[in-house]
T-cell receptor, first 115, second 112 residues
């Protein structure tokens, strides 16, 4: 499977500020995904990022709040903008990997606390 | 739409007990099914998967069989260990889709 790293691993931020989370993969992948996991909850897909095109956002998530970059086949960033305490969550990136019916593998996550 | 329903948690067992975590799904096509595990303070790890009916996924002593007739993918382990304490997520991805749909997660605690 692909090895995925995220930076930062955790952060504490003040409301109204923005944080950019980085996701790095050790292999070239077509699809990268960003998920949010609110405290004690399951995972919700924020958006899908293809290299060289605009990210596709799920219902309830907008580009102004969660801008995503995908400059190449091994890297993506998610920015959480104008943060509020409700944005306190774990943010995870994932990639598709494998032959045929691909499998998603996840990074270790970024734990964000907004005060 | 597609959905995954997991057994309500939390689940607490003694070491060496038999484990079952129920998972049922609703899908419009022929989905692939997954179990992911999240250990305390970590991200998600793929535990096992099955891509078609009657497939059995297995890993680390855990097993799950893709049952199309009952739309289920229950996770089982014959003898759990303290180190199995984690949150377990059942998920599906419909054929031709990219999006994973997750269940709500089941927190498992194993006591020595």
């Amino acid at each position: 499977s692909a090895v995925i790293s995220q930076k930062p691993s955790r952060d504490i931020c003040q409301r109204g500020t923005s944080l950019t989370i980085q996701c790095q993969v050790d292999s070239q992948v077509t699809m990268m995904f960003w998920y949010r996991q609110q405290p004690g909850q399951s995972l919700t897909l924020i958006a899908t990022a293809n290299q060289g095109s605009e990210a596709t956002y799920e219902s309830g998530f907008v580009i102004d709040k969660f801008p995503i970059s995908r400059p190449n086949l091994t890297f993506s960033t998610l920015t959480v903008s104008n943060m509020s305490p409700e944005d306190s969550s774990i943010y995870l990136c994932s990639v598709e990997w494998g032959q045929g019916r691909k499998t998603q593998y996840f990074g270790p996550g970024t734990r964000l606390l907004v005060l | 739409g597609n959905s995954v329903t997991q057994m309500e948690g939390p689940v607490t067992l003694s070491e060496e007990a038999f484990l079952t975590i129920n998972c049922t799904y609703t899908a419009t096509g022929y989905p692939s099914l997954f179990w992911y595990v999240q250990y305390p303070g970590e991200g998600l790890q793929l535990l096992l998967k099955a891509t078609k009916a009657d497939d059995k996924g297995s890993n680390k002593g855990f097993e799950a069989t893709y049952r199309k007739e009952t739309t289920s993918f229950h996770l089982e382990k014959g003898s759990v260990q303290v180190s199995d304490s984690a949150v377990y997520f059942c998920a599906l991805r419909d054929q031709g889709a990219q999006k994973l749909v997750f269940g709500q997660g089941t927190r498992l605690t194993i006591n020595p």
